[in-house]
């Protein structure tokens, strides 16, 4: 029989050996069948689904139709607006009171890439949603009195959304400063910006039928069985056109995105931010894609991922006496581009201190004075953020369609785990060098007189 003392010195040895074993068989987990996409093309329509098999279904249809691609200010916020209003079939009253009566909920929203539209439903009811989705794209009303109310309305509450949000005014503004057109403009235009004078339902419309033209959209689906979805898909969204019309209204062609770099100052009284800018990387599958740029935004990082603690991350460390600051570190990845993004927000005097403790961060990493350690767990934080992304439906069905799209490569999360692993840690501290070489992207919001130039911080624009 073993002793007291026996036990109590093996116990805590033997909980260590289960815990690495539980740890092992977790990491396991993402490789799993379940969250890859099987990909496919029906009705001449590109399809994505993972086959999850549980009792709720996800189905959204992604198009090429965010604000990079509108003609003319405001037509993706008018698109996104008009989504789930009167078709040629139903009308309003009918989509909420079927979509209610079944226990769904659709939606839509606009990104600077992408438009998205949504159901989430119980899986028996995917013919409805299908056809639904579909119906949506291809036969939905414009009618002019609607549209100026619709459209002004939101830009006036996004707006002002915006302009009470410096660090998400920031964002916006860094990402004009460093695409210029394109990926830099406005998700939503501004209250300034004419766009009145653009916004007609007979261009909303022509701008519809390219935008939800089939070269230009992917159905991407969580849950059905792929043999059903693809039957519900071939059915409905084979009505979409199949060509793109040649005129003034339909999305602008895929110009290759350009970064530029620059500085922009806007006094503000809700508040500071500072958003330092570079180029990132762009989506998996891309000849922009680069992984380190992940493995970076971890390291620098800022927002510590465990409560009461500041956590490992650099920035977290160097703007740990600041007590009235927030830090944060950011990869925007796109189709054929990326920005990275670390924003400082909080009491003026603290963000101006710490947005030089930040450009002083950078350039210990460029100067190879960051421990192997710290690189490893910045590595292992963005595979997890990978994996996360991929699984979120929230993220990862337009992630999956926007890959589709653009690029014919679906979003999968073996391949993403791979170029992470793969990085090393001088491709990590030659970005770090790179970025201080180059351009950056400042913007600065809130109190002028006390926030820097980006020349004061170190950085050339």
Same mark, same amino acid.
């Given at each position: 029989?073993?002793?007291?003392?026996?036990?109590?010195?093996?116990?805590?040895?033997?909980?260590?050996?289960?815990?690495?074993?539980?740890?092992?068989?977790?990491?396991?987990?993402?490789?799993?069948?379940?969250?890859?996409?099987?990909?496919?093309?029906?009705?001449? &329509?590109?399809? $994505?689904?993972?086959?999850?098999?549980?009792?709720?279904?996800?189905?959204?249809?992604?198009?090429?139709?965010?604000?990079?691609?509108?003609?003319?200010?405001?037509?993706?916020?008018?698109?996104?607006?008009?989504?789930?209003?009167?078709?040629?079939?139903?009308?309003?009253?009918?989509?909420?009171?079927?979509?209610?009566?079944?226990?769904?909920?659709?939606?839509?929203?606009?990104?600077?890439?992408n438009l998205v539209l949504k159901a989430k439903f119980l899986s028996g009811d995917l013919p409805y949603f299908a056809e639904l989705l579909a119906e949506v794209a291809s036969q939905t009303k414009y009618p002019t009195y609607e549209l100026n109310e619709l459209v002004i309305n939101l &830009?006036?509450?996004?707006?002002?959304? /915006?302009?009470?949000?410096?660090?998400?005014?920031?964002?916006?503004?860094?990402?004009?400063?460093?695409?210029?057109?394109?990926?830099?403009?406005?998700?939503?235009?501004?209250?300034?910006?004419?766009?009145?004078?653009? =916004?007609?339902?007979?261009?909303?419309?022509? *701008?519809?039928?390219?935008?939800?033209?089939?070269?230009?959209?992917?159905?991407?689906?969580?849950?059905?069985?792929?043999?059903? /979805?693809?039957?519900?898909?071939?059915? @409905? @969204?084979?009505?979409?056109?199949?060509?793109?019309?040649?005129?003034?209204? #339909?999305?602008?062609?895929?110009?290759?995105?350009?970064?530029?770099?620059?500085?922009?100052?806007?006094?503000?009284?809700?508040?500071?931010?500072?958003?330092?800018?570079?180029?990132?990387?762009?989506?998996?599958?891309?000849?922009?894609?680069?992984?380190?740029?992940?493995?970076?935004?971890?390291?620098?990082?800022?927002?510590?991922?465990?409560?009461? $603690?500041?956590? *490992?991350?650099? =920035?977290?460390?160097?703007?740990?006496?600041?007590?009235?600051?927030?830090?944060?570190?950011?990869?925007?990845?796109?189709?054929?581009?990326?920005?990275?993004?670390?924003?400082?927000?909080?009491?003026?005097?603290?963000?101006?201190?710490?947005?030089?403790?930040? &450009?002083?961060?950078?350039?210990?990493?460029?100067?190879?004075?960051? $421990?192997?350690?710290?690189?490893?767990?910045?590595?292992? /934080?963005?595979? @997890?953020?990978?994996?996360?992304?991929?699984?979120?439906?929230?993220?990862? /069905?337009?992630?999956?369609?926007?890959?589709?799209?653009?690029?014919?490569?679906?979003? #999968?999360?073996?391949?993403?785990?791979?170029?992470?692993?793969?990085?090393?840690?001088?491709?990590?501290?030659?970005?770090?060098?790179?970025?201080?070489?180059?351009?950056?992207?400042?913007?600065? &919001?809130?109190?002028?007189?006390?926030?820097?130039?980006?020349?004061? =911080?170190?950085?050339?624009?």
């Amino acid at each position: 029989m073993l002793s007291r003392s026996a036990l109590g010195r093996n116990a805590p040895r033997a909980l260590r050996k289960q815990c690495a074993a539980n740890t092992r068989r977790g990491l396991a987990t993402p490789s799993t069948p379940n969250f890859s996409y099987d990909v496919s093309e029906t009705a001449g &329509v590109k399809l $994505a689904n993972r086959e999850v098999g549980g009792a709720t279904t996800t189905l959204a249809l992604v198009a090429k139709a965010g604000a990079r691609y509108q003609p003319f200010p405001g037509f993706s916020t008018a698109l996104e607006q008009f989504a789930f209003k009167s078709t040629l079939k139903r009308s309003a009253l009918r989509i909420t009171r079927e979509t209610e009566l079944l226990g769904g909920e659709v939606s839509s929203s606009h990104s600077r890439e992408n438009l998205v539209l949504k159901a989430k439903f119980l899986s028996g009811d995917l013919p409805y949603f299908a056809e639904l989705l579909a119906e949506v794209a291809s036969q939905t009303k414009y009618p002019t009195y609607e549209l100026n109310e619709l459209v002004i309305n939101l &830009v006036k509450y996004k707006q002002k959304t /915006l302009l009470e949000n410096p660090e998400a005014l920031a964002i916006d503004t860094v990402h004009g400063l460093a695409f210029h057109r394109g990926l830099g403009e406005n998700i939503t235009p501004t209250t300034a910006a004419p766009y009145e004078q653009y =916004l007609t339902a007979e261009g909303v419309a022509e *701008f519809a039928k390219g935008a939800y033209a089939k070269p230009n959209v992917a159905v991407v689906a969580s849950g059905p069985n792929s043999a059903e /979805l693809s039957k519900w898909v071939n059915e @409905f @969204f084979g009505q979409l056109p199949s060509s793109v019309a040649s005129n003034q209204f #339909q999305p602008r062609s895929s110009t290759p995105s350009k970064y530029f770099g620059g500085e922009q100052r806007i006094p503000s009284k809700n508040g500071n931010a500072v958003v330092i800018a570079f180029p990132g990387s762009s989506a998996l599958g891309t000849a922009g894609h680069k992984p380190e740029a992940a493995v970076l935004t971890a390291l620098l990082g800022g927002e510590s991922t465990i409560k009461w $603690a500041p956590g *490992f991350s650099l =920035l977290g460390k160097a703007t740990s006496g600041f007590s009235q600051v927030k830090v944060s570190t950011k990869n925007f990845s796109y189709s054929d581009a990326g920005l990275l993004t670390i924003s400082v927000t909080g009491k003026a005097d603290q963000v101006a201190s710490a947005s030089k403790n930040v &450009v002083d961060t950078l350039k210990k990493v460029a100067a190879g004075e960051v $421990a192997s350690e710290d690189i490893k767990k910045a590595a292992a /934080l963005a595979k @997890f953020r990978a994996f996360e992304a991929g699984q979120n439906l929230e993220t990862g /069905l337009e992630i999956t369609g926007s890959g589709l799209i653009h690029g014919n490569k679906a979003y #999968q999360l073996g391949e993403v785990a791979e170029a992470i692993d793969k990085v090393t840690e001088q491709q990590v501290k030659d970005l770090a060098k790179q970025y201080l070489s180059s351009n950056a992207s400042v913007a600065a &919001v809130g109190d002028l007189f006390q926030i820097p130039y980006a020349e004061d =911080l170190g950085l050339t624009v």
